[in-house]
């Protein structure tokens, strides 16, 4: 069987007209003008990378951003500051800080001095906490998109088999809790999983974050199964995910390419949290 390829840059450009409408509807009526506000410490080159592709994706669908880009030996004390002024200004509807941050910073204290409302990433443990009991949050991007992509392809979910190969704090578990919420079955696997094949061959739907190239083979997925590739994992000749593509297109009934898959997707969910957190949709 040939997978059918999920188009995550065609479902992602659709989203985000849809969000450009939004945001011309809100200028038209006076509503607030979703801003989104990026922090970006010290000059790790994918981290300019992504900074500079989500301050892009903002100015196309006419959002709002301010990018600060803070020296690297910059203190917790002063990145706090500037989080506690960004809190506090009606203007800016999401801040989000590019991780990794430099030694000096400890992650946590950054994640948990963002406005909960205002956190866009999904991070702070108030929204962590609110998708476990199921009420109204800042779901992380990854996980979000992965659930729209699965949407806008039609893929049922409601008592199917879903195994996810990976247990991060960004991807693997929140993503098995949107599965799980939508009813799905949900194995979560990890690397001291034993028989990783036996439980990922029992997949109706595979999502697949190890960032490891070649971790799910043709051989590991039931025929017919759906496969949604996480991974971006530069390697010589480009972008690889962390499934065998080409052998598991082959018994797969649909997959998502890298690139092309769930990454176009990740950004376009920053964008709809920032108009939620706008809106005050939660
Ligand atoms: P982490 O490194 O935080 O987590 C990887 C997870 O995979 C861990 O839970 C680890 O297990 C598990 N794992 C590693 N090797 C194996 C293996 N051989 N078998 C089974 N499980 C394994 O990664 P992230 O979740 O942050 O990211 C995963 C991938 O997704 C990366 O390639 C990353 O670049 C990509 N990514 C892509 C995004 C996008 O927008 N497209 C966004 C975010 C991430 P253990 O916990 O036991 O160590």
């Known amino acids: 069987m040939a997978a059918r390829i999920i188009d995550g840059k065609a479902i992602a450009a659709e989203i985000?007209?849809?969000i450009k409408d939004k945001i011309a509807l809100l200028r038209a009526n006076n509503g607030p003008v979703p801003g989104l506000a990026v922090i970006l410490v010290g000059e790790d080159p994918a981290s300019q990378t992504y900074v500079r592709n989500k301050e892009r994706a903002c100015q196309a669908v006419g959002m709002h951003s301010e990018v600060y880009r803070l020296p690297r030996d910059t203190n917790q004390g002063k990145l706090l500051e500037l989080i506690d002024e960004l809190n506090g200004r009606s203007d800016i509807h999401g801040i989000l800080v590019q991780l990794p941050v430099p030694e000096q910073i400890e992650t946590a204290a950054i994640i948990n001095a963002i406005r909960p409302e205002k956190d866009v990433d999904g991070f702070h443990?108030?929204?962590?906490?609110?998708?476990?009991?199921?009420?109204?949050?800042?779901?992380p991007c990854t996980p979000q998109g992965i659930m729209a992509l699965l949407?806008?392809?039609?893929?049922?979910?409601?008592?199917?088999?879903a195994v996810v190969v990976g247990r991060s704090n960004i991807v693997g578990k929140p993503v098995a809790l949107l599965l799980l919420q939508r009813h799905a079955t949900v194995t979560i696997c990890h690397s001291r999983t034993k028989d990783l094949a036996g439980h990922t061959r029992q997949a109706d739907v595979l999502v697949v974050a190890t960032g490891r190239p070649g971790t799910i083979t043709g051989e590991m997925v039931k025929e017919g199964a759906v496969v949604i590739d996480v991974g971006v994992n530069r390697v010589e000749g480009g972008l690889v995910g962390d499934v065998a593509f080409d052998e598991?297109?082959?018994?797969?009934?649909?997959?998502?390419?890298?690139?092309?898959?769930?990454?176009?997707?990740?950004?376009?969910?920053?964008?709809?949290?920032?108009?939620?957190?706008?809106?005050?949709?939660?």
Do not use: C, F, Y
Not at 125 to 139: F, T
Not at 151 to 161: F, I, R
Not at 264 to 277: R, S, V
């Open 16 to 18: 985000r007209a849809g």
């Open 248 to 282: 598991v297109a082959n018994k797969a009934a649909a997959i998502t390419p890298v690139p092309g898959g769930v990454g176009p997707m990740t950004i376009t969910m920053l964008l709809q949290n920032t108009l939620q957190a706008a809106t005050g949709v939660w």
């Open 125 to 139: 443990p108030v929204n962590v906490g609110r998708l476990m009991v199921g009420e109204p949050a800042m779901i």
């Open 151 to 161: 949407d806008h392809s039609g893929v049922e979910l409601t008592g199917k088999k």
